[in-house]
T-cell receptor, first 112, second 116 residues
Framework: GENVEQHPSTLSVQEGDSAVIKCTYS??????FPWYKQELGKRPQLIID?????GEKKDQRIAVTLNKTAKHFSLHITETQPEDSAVYFC???????????FGSGTRLSIRP | GAVVSQHPSRVICKSGTSVKIECRSL??????MFWYRQFPKQSLMLMAT?????????EQGVEKDKFLINHASLTLSTLTVTSAHPEDSSFYIC????????????FGQGTRLTVV
């Protein structure tokens, strides 16, 4: 089955700087890669996703890149703000309505 | 947009008792739903896939007789934790993806289970 690895487990950046979180996946058939933000005790919220037919996607301060050959994908947050502090999860699955497997999570802290 | 609702949000039960958690898709029909468990400061671990009208598919290491899943309709899946023990205390969260819509997975609010 699919296995998703995520690094780093914790990340602290100065407000205004960029943050990068990296993930790898094992199932070459996976073609859907969402990123979630989770605040304490809350449900995960989708912040961006990418499908395997594109290599990069951007939404304001957030961007995701995908390298299918290497089976890794990354989340980039630019101009970080205090409200970006949360736990971020990458995930991988199929674009059909099937299961999604999560990475181990990254606790992002933004220093004022 | 599509919404998944989960109930209850919090439950405390005594050791040895059973607890049922409900997950409903409000805006779409879900032939499959997914149950995850999340321990503090850890990731969401997939427990099982709930299949409407048939048996659930459990992930390796998850006891199917302890975590009973029923998906009797296209909008409702239930997870029953049977003979609960303190080590079952966790955050349980369900998810569903609209087969007719975009591929986004929608999550319920989660259920904080505490077994005392």
């Amino acid at each position: 089955g699919e296995n998703v690895e995520q690094h780093p487990s914790t990340l602290s950046v100065q407000e205004g700087d960029s943050a990068v979180i990296k993930c790898t996946y094992s199932d070459s058939a996976s073609n859907y890669f969402p990123w979630y933000k989770q605040e304490l005790g809350k449900r995960p919220q989708l912040i961006i996703d990418i499908r395997s037919n594109v290599g990069e996607k951007k939404d304001q301060r957030i961007a995701v890149t995908l390298n299918k050959t290497a089976k890794h994908f990354s989340l980039h947050i630019t101009e970080t703000q205090p409200e970006d502090s949360a736990v971020y999860f990458c995930a991988a699955g199929y674009s059909s309505a099937s299961k999604i497997i999560f990475g181990s999570g990254t606790r992002l802290s933004i220093r004022p | 947009g599509a919404v998944v609702s989960q109930h209850p949000s919090r439950v405390i039960c005594k050791s040895g008792t059973s607890v049922k958690i409900e997950c409903r898709s409000l805006d779409f029909q879900a032939t499959t739903m997914f149950w995850y468990r999340q321990f503090p400061k850890q990731s969401l671990m997939l427990m099982a896939t709930s299949n409407e009208g048939s048996k659930a598919t459990y992930e390796q290491g998850v006891e199917k007789d302890k975590f009973l899943i029923n998906h009797a309709s296209l909008t409702l899946s239930t997870l029953t934790v049977t003979s609960a023990h303190p080590e079952d205390s966790s955050f349980y969260i369900c998810s569903a993806r609209d087969p007719q819509g975009d591929t986004e997975a929608f999550f319920g609010q989660g259920t904080r289970l505490t077994v005392v």
